[in-house]
């Protein structure tokens, strides 16, 4: 795993775990019961997502690094 995807980690209290986003890929968000779990599942999901990107042949955003939010 060395995708260089800004992954956003924060805690959901209405899921009740913590929620792990990638805001550059459409509709990667997944799950974990600790920060270390949603973020090893986000960098698993984040693989799969590209494999399946090349394969299918689907377009893949460039990670920009570090996001700004306002």
Not at 28 to 56: C, F, H, K, S
């Amino acid at each position: 795993m060395s995708n260089r995807y800004e992954i956003v980690v924060y805690w959901s209290a209405e899921d009740g775990c913590f929620l792990a986003e990638v805001p550059e890929l459409p509709d990667l968000i997944t799950d974990g019961a600790t920060r270390q779990e949603a973020l090893r599942n986000a960098e698993e999901l984040i693989d799969a997502y590209l494999e399946t990107a090349r394969r299918e042949s689907w377009p893949v955003a460039e990670p920009r690094g570090r996001l700004a939010f306002a």
